[in-house]
């Protein structure tokens, strides 16, 4: 069965809250839990549906939330301000009155889901009426795709296969996304971040020198209520603020270590002829699925070398991975993945490199132990043959 297109609600922190909107609105799915990586959230999106929109409840979209719509191609939609409590309220209570939240990250990231779907709710009932009209509902998500992501202008438009607009549209498309690189984006980000939380600093000393005065203040002046009951607000704000300093610090964290990871990568396959190279404990099915979600993948290193499950060959033969080597490993797996259609090689007869963090190996190297090894089992099967 086909994946369903949907409107993802996505509350990120310690503790994650998803939730998945049909196009009718409808909750399909909903999800919290602590500590989720970016790996098990996009896993769990996949699993769900296929998102063409994803929505969070603040202005400025966390960066997990940019980064996940980059990597599933969603459209990010953001109020025009943080939504307060009694706005998420009013929105679940509007959609889902009945409806048992297990905590309020679902219910945050569901009032995310419904602000998004508010904001196209028109638009997807002048989609059904025309579908409706010539008898093509099951096309509701595919044109609604087209036009929010501005691939086509109207519905007919939608509906009316047109070859070689598409093939400008794909390659104008590309062109975007080389002029805007991984690298661009990252550091645009990185400075939007900085910028954010130099003025956040700044707003902070300054209430802070004002708490300390009203402080001053106060001494003299005991009993006067309205002086005490700015000083709180001021302590409020303060707090408030320290939080999302905190939080922005990680932000830039994460950001460049990553800005870091890619400049590397780029160095390398500038300067050296080679294949990079991921590192997997063993072929397990929660191993593999990581593999859609890393930067790069042409060749695998296998701590322990395992018998892959049916869907764990199924996701490497998507991924077209053909050659993984191995630190540990036993000649029945190794038979066994030979004849899969895999090149299997001992890592210790392998010159495997790394600059910051990266591994890789050089193309001549791995070509001379393919050749080597072709060569060692040519020569087995002649000996066999003679010995028969």
Same mark, same amino acid.
Request: net charge positive; hydrophobic share 35%; proline share 3%.
């Given at each position: ?29 909903? &999800? ?48 025009? &301000? ?47 009426? &025309? ?258």
């Amino acid at each position: 069965m086909e994946n369903k297109y949907i409107i993802l609600g996505l509350d990120p922190g310690i503790t994650t809250g998803l939730c998945a909107l049909d196009l009718e609105g409808k909750i399909i799915k909903k &999800h919290s839990s602590k500590k989720m990586g970016i790996d098990q959230i996009i896993s769990w999106i996949e699993k769900t549906g296929i998102p063409i929109i994803i929505s969070c409840d603040v202005k400025i979209p966390p960066y997990l939330v940019k980064k996940i719509s980059m990597k599933l191609h969603a459209k990010i939609i953001s109020p025009n &301000h943080d939504l307060k409590i009694g706005e998420k309220q009013r929105l679940i209570e509007e959609f889902f009155p009945k409806t048992k939240f297990k905590d309020t990250h679902q219910k945050d990231s569901c009032a995310s889901a419904i602000f998004a779907f508010k904001k196209f709710k028109s638009f997807f009932r002048k989609v059904d009426y &025309h579908l409706n009209k010539i008898g093509k509902p099951e096309l509701k998500g595919k044109v609604v795709k087209k036009i929010i992501f501005g691939e086509s202008k109207n519905i007919k438009d939608a509906l009316t296969e047109k070859p070689e607009r598409a093939t400008l549209q794909t390659k104008k498309r590309k062109r975007q996304l080389e002029k805007e690189s991984v690298i661009t984006s990252l550091k645009k980000e990185l400075k939007k971040t900085k910028a954010l939380f130099d003025s956040l600093k700044q707003k902070y000393e300054k209430l802070e020198i004002k708490n300390k005065e009203l402080e001053k203040e106060l001494v003299s002046k005991k009993t006067n209520e309205q002086l005490l009951e700015l000083a709180n607000k001021r302590k409020s704000t303060i707090d408030s603020l320290e939080k999302e300093i905190f939080r922005l610090k990680k932000e830039i964290k994460v950001i460049s270590k990553e800005l870091e990871n890619q400049i590397s990568i780029n160095k390398i396959l500038k300067d050296e002829d080679c294949f990079l190279i991921t590192k997997l404990k063993d072929l397990s099915k929660k191993e593999i699925a990581s593999l859609g979600k890393k930067d790069f993948k042409n060749i695998l290193l296998i701590e322990n070398l395992s018998n892959p499950s049916k869907d764990s060959l199924k996701q490497l033969t998507k991924l077209k991975i053909k050659t993984i080597l191995y630190i540990r490993g036993n000649k029945d797996i190794v038979k066994s993945l030979k004849q899969k259609g895999f090149d299997i090689f001992p890592s210790k007869e392998i010159e495997i490199l790394q600059k910051g963090g990266v591994l890789f190996i050089k193309k001549d190297s791995l070509e001379k132990i393919k050749k080597s090894i072709e060569s060692i089992e040519k020569i087995i099967l002649e000996y066999k043959k003679q010995r028969t």
